[in-house]
């Protein structure tokens, strides 16, 4: 069963708008950590935000926040004023008893394009 | 410390070679993980280890692939007789003891092409 689900395979920005990336996701396992990544053109997985399924607020960091609905399983990503560097694949994922020993499973990811 | 070294970068091989990739994680990091991403999808994990020790596989590693982490630091991922389905980016990452809040460090990747 897929438990990350990104059901956008494309998304356009303007330049300084802000944009959603959506995640789903499927678990029965009450301890659960979430995760954004960033790939570039040039192929190495940048890690971008963590959102914990006992933390209480939404997590952010600088531009990149993270929009946690925990009844509704999604986990959004939030890009606010987007950049042209922005532009990339961006896979939303999940690890299973956050004890921090089980692999992350991904998404199949979104492509952002940046338009000037 | 420079992250998460993979080589080579590029490997085109043909058909029933084997092939062998070189991961060398942050030096601090006692988790290794390597993952294959094929076109339009997300990184799929194949195995991991902590230290020396390979605690999981996946489905996907079949009997052709193999890994190893000696002496829990750099890892080698080799396939043998490969096919053309076999064709991918393999990732390596790595993570420390610092909690679940970390993420991986990826590397940047190997391409093999099986022609």
């Known amino acids: 069963a897929q438990k990350i689900t990104q059901t956008q395979p494309g998304m356009f920005v303007q330049e300084k708008e802000a944009v959603t990336l959506d995640c789903t996701y499927d678990?029965?396992?009450?301890?659960?950590?979430l995760f954004w990544y960033k790939q570039p053109s040039s192929g190495e997985m940048i890690f971008l935000i963590y959102?914990?399924?006992?933390?209480?607020q939404n997590a952010t960091e600088g531009r990149y926040s993270l929009n946690f609905q925990k009844a509704r399983k999604s986990a959004n990503l939030v890009i606010s004023a987007s950049q042209l560097g922005d532009s990339a694949m961006y896979f939303c994922?999940?690890?299973?008893?956050?004890?921090?020993?089980?692999?992350?499973?991904f998404g199949k990811g979104t492509r952002l394009s940046v338009i000037a | 410390d420079t992250g998460v070294s993979q080589n080579p970068r590029h490997k085109i091989t043909k058909r029933g070679q084997n092939v062998t990739f070189r991961c060398d994680p942050i030096?601090?990091?006692?988790?290794l993980y390597w993952y294959r991403q094929t076109l339009g999808q997300g990184p799929e994990f194949l195995t991991y280890?902590?230290?020396?020790?390979?605690?999981?596989k996946s489905r996907l590693l079949s009997d052709r692939f193999s890994a190893e982490r000696p002496k829990g630091s750099f890892s080698t991922l080799e396939i043998q007789r490969t096919e053309q389905g076999d064709s991918a980016m393999y990732l390596c990452?790595?993570?420390?003891?610092?909690?679940?809040?970390?993420?991986?460090?990826f590397g940047s990747g190997t391409r093999l092409t099986v022609v």
């Open positions: 030096s601090e990091h006692n988790r």
């Open positions: 994922a999940m690890r299973e008893r956050n004890s921090g020993n089980t692999p992350l499973v």
């Open positions: 959102q914990g399924s006992y933390d209480q």
């Open positions: 678990t029965s396992d009450p301890s659960y950590g």
């Open positions: 990452a790595s993570s420390g003891t610092q909690g679940p809040r970390t993420g991986y460090t």
């Open positions: 280890f902590q230290n020396e020790a390979q605690l999981e």
